[in-house]
């Protein structure tokens, strides 16, 4: 145990939270702002309303007092406009792409005690485990290689034997994995980490080997419910060691960060309005805002005490699709994530609000892609919550396409460069979207003849050869260019982007 608590003791770099305090010792979430914000704006006025989705489409950040307004919008007509411009807004700034990616656990040893976590410490019914290079690549060849994904969340329980240079050691493995398959090969081209907050130092190395987004959620933003889900003497129940995770990734060099709050801890609007402050803290210090905002809704966990007293506070559909709203309107160039926690119909109903990645063919016990059948008693004890969308990368990506969403396998923004910054300004100049376009094109074209069924083929075609005209006629300079790569791909040749 001396190793393990002496690492513990070790994680914490005090000044590493200090230097980005007020000057006054506090940290940029104010309750007492929020609670006024929302206080003040609880009867707004639709002509109020109407206004601020005119700012959300100009694609400006909302002030506080804007996101406190929408928040407390009860009107159908209103909600309805605000839906409205969440696709808007979603298609102005992302097109018609929806990005799918699949979560990976490596690690379910944890030293914290999180209450709604099945993975804490002390819950001797979770069965431990972190993965072998061997058992790695055995997730790998099923994810790659049969189901298609391109993009990982890798996901680590905190704890010496899934620390920085184990999480170095799995992203590179990963990396280098290839296996062949209908036409081509398959292969893992962005590695994202969720992973406990860490040191500049840590960062850094992890930056170097080249992580895509590097993701923690703050869980519930509010000083006192933090305290109580989070066991004084933990890591974890450092708040403000949490909650500057993303100034340090920054200061490391990490470009794109994900936040994000576990929704159903304590009250969702206060927790949306934290969302908007931490974004605007990153925009204001380091010009840039968070890559991504992910919004999980607690689910039921094996041997979770503390599900139990936060029912209170648990979402109802309806609000859980009003806060992903206010949370489009508010940051409007930051990518959403909507997770598998959700069930199918409500995911398939969310999509439209403005969503920009979601995962598919979802498993989160360790080793579940390759080892388990569906269904294995087992498999909750070896997981952290209860999935509640289970369908196939091959479904999900049917789903889109019957909306009329391209799923894009696209990964070349990291790879040449066009990630924090450079991504926003090339959004906003519309330039970002052209490149895309042209890449979810080629990557839908490998991803169909590698992997999809016979179905999602038919559906598929008739999208890919509308993508086509389109470039045609908006972006004539590149057709040809698209159509060369385009061809290659039909050949098998892999990995082509611009
Ligand atoms: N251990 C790291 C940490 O806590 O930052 C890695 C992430 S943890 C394995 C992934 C995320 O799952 C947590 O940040 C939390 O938001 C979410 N989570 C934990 N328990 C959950 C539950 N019962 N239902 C839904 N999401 C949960
Ligand atoms: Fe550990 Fe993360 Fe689960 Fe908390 S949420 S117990 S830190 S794995």
Same mark, same amino acid.
């Given at each position: 145990?001396?190793?393990?608590?002496?690492?513990?003791?070790?994680?914490? $770099?005090?000044?590493?939270?200090?230097?980005?305090?007020?000057?006054?010792?506090?940290?940029?979430?104010?309750?007492?702002?929020?609670?006024?914000?929302?206080?003040?704006?609880?009867?707004?006025?639709?002509?109020?309303?109407?206004?601020? $989705?005119?700012?959300?489409?100009?694609?400006?950040?909302?002030?506080?007092?804007?996101?406190?307004?929408?928040?407390?919008?009860?009107?159908?007509?209103?909600?309805?406009?605000?839906?409205?411009?969440?696709l808007?807004?979603k298609?102005?700034?992302?097109?018609?792409?929806i990005?799918?990616?699949?979560?990976?656990?490596?690690?379910?040893?944890?030293?914290?005690?999180?209450?709604?976590?099945?993975?804490?410490?002390?819950?001797?019914?979770?069965?431990?485990?972190?993965?072998?290079?061997?058992?790695?690549?055995?997730?790998?060849?099923?994810?790659?290689?049969?189901?298609?994904?391109?993009?990982? $969340?890798?996901?680590?329980?905190?704890?010496?034997?899934?620390?920085?240079?184990?999480?170095?050691?799995?992203?590179?493995?990963?990396?280098?994995?290839?296996?062949?398959?209908?036409?081509?090969?398959?292969?893992?081209?962005?590695?994202?980490?969720?992973?406990?907050?860490?040191?500049?130092?840590?960062?850094?190395?992890?930056?170097?080997?080249?992580?895509?987004?590097?993701?923690?959620?703050?869980?519930?933003?509010?000083?006192?419910?933090?305290?109580?889900?989070?066991?004084?003497?933990?890591?974890?129940?450092?708040?403000?060691?949490?909650?500057?995770?993303?100034?340090?990734?920054?200061?490391?060099?990490?470009?794109?960060?994900?936040?994000?709050?576990?929704?159903?801890?304590?009250?969702?609007?206060?927790?949306?309005?934290?969302?908007?402050?931490?974004?605007?803290?990153?925009?204001?210090?380091?010009?840039?805002?968070?890559?991504?905002?992910?919004?999980?809704?607690?689910?039921?966990?094996?041997?979770?005490?503390?599900?139990?007293?936060?029912? #209170?506070?648990?979402?109802? #559909?309806?609000?859980?699709?009003?806060?992903v709203?206010?949370?489009?309107?508010?940051?409007?160039?930051?990518?959403m994530?909507l997770?598998?926690?959700e069930?199918a119909?409500l995911r398939d109903k969310i999509i439209s609000l403005g969503i920009t990645q979601t995962?598919?063919?979802?498993?989160?016990?360790?080793?579940?892609?390759?080892?388990?059948?569906?269904?294995?008693?087992?498999?909750?004890?070896?997981?952290?919550?209860?999935?509640?969308?289970?369908?196939?990368?091959?479904?999900v990506?049917?789903m889109l396409?019957?909306k009329?969403f391209?799923?894009?396998?696209?990964?070349?923004?990291?790879?040449?460069?066009?990630?924090?910054?450079?991504?926003?300004?090339?959004?906003?100049?519309?330039?970002?979207?052209?490149?895309?376009?042209?890449?979810?094109?080629?990557?839908?074209?490998?991803?169909?003849?590698?992997?999809?069924?016979?179905?999602? $083929?038919?559906?598929?075609?008739?999208?890919?050869?509308?993508?086509?005209?389109?470039?045609?006629?908006?972006?004539?300079?590149?057709?040809?260019?698209?159509?060369?790569?385009?061809?290659?791909?039909?050949?098998?040749?892999?990995?082509?982007?611009?």
């Open positions: 145990m001396g190793r393990v608590s002496d690492w513990a003791n070790s994680r914490i $770099i005090q000044d590493q939270i200090d230097r980005y305090l007020r000057p006054d010792g506090t940290d940029f979430i104010d309750e007492a702002l929020i609670e006024k914000c929302l206080e003040e704006q609880k009867a707004p006025s639709a002509d109020y309303i109407r206004q601020i $989705i005119l700012k959300s489409r100009e694609l400006e950040t909302l002030l506080p007092e804007e996101t406190a307004a929408l928040l407390n919008v009860t009107d159908p007509e209103l909600i309805a406009e605000m839906e409205k411009a969440a808007e807004i298609l102005k700034v992302y097109d018609n792409r990005v799918t990616f699949a979560p990976l656990y490596l690690s379910s040893k944890c030293i914290n005690g999180c209450t709604y976590c099945s993975f804490r410490e002390g819950n001797e019914d979770s069965v431990r485990r972190v993965l072998t290079m061997e058992e790695i690549d055995r997730e790998i060849k099923t994810l790659a290689g049969q189901i298609g994904h391109k993009r990982l $969340i890798c996901v680590y329980g905190e704890h010496p034997d899934s620390d920085a240079n184990y999480i170095a050691d799995t992203v590179k493995a990963i990396y280098n994995a290839k296996y062949t398959t209908r036409k081509g090969y398959g292969q893992i081209r962005r590695v994202n980490i969720n992973a406990a907050p860490m040191s500049i130092e840590d960062l850094h190395m992890l930056n170097e080997i080249g992580i895509g987004t590097y993701q923690v959620f703050q869980e519930t933003y509010h000083h006192k419910t933090y305290d109580e889900v989070h066991p004084k003497g933990t890591v974890k129940g450092d708040y403000r060691w949490r909650l500057y995770a993303m100034h340090r990734a920054m200061d490391a060099g990490v470009q794109d960060v994900g936040i994000g709050a576990l929704f159903g801890l304590t009250e969702w609007k206060f927790e949306v309005m934290s969302l908007l402050l931490h974004s605007r803290e990153l925009e204001d210090r380091f010009g840039v805002g968070p890559h991504t905002i992910s919004f999980p809704r607690l689910e039921p966990a094996d041997n979770a005490p503390g599900l139990e007293d936060t029912k #209170d506070f648990h979402l109802t #559909d309806d609000e859980f699709k009003h806060a709203l206010c949370i489009r309107l508010s940051v409007p160039y930051t990518g994530i997770t598998a926690r069930n119909e995962d598919a063919s979802t498993r989160i016990g360790l080793g579940a892609y390759a080892e388990t059948e569906q269904g294995d008693d087992q498999e909750a004890k070896r997981q952290q919550f209860i999935v509640g969308d289970t369908r196939s990368l091959d479904e990506v049917q396409a019957k009329g391209i799923t894009s396998f696209c990964t070349a923004g990291y790879r040449c460069g066009r990630t924090g910054q450079k991504i926003l300004d090339a959004l906003k100049s519309g330039h970002e979207g052209k490149f895309c376009k042209l890449n979810a094109i080629i990557t839908y074209r490998e991803w169909l003849d590698d992997f999809a069924s016979p179905e999602t $083929i038919a559906l598929a075609e008739p999208i890919i050869r509308r993508e086509i005209q389109e470039v045609k006629d908006t972006n004539p300079k590149m057709f040809d260019a698209l159509m060369k790569y385009y061809g290659k791909t039909e050949q098998g040749e892999r990995d082509l982007y611009f």
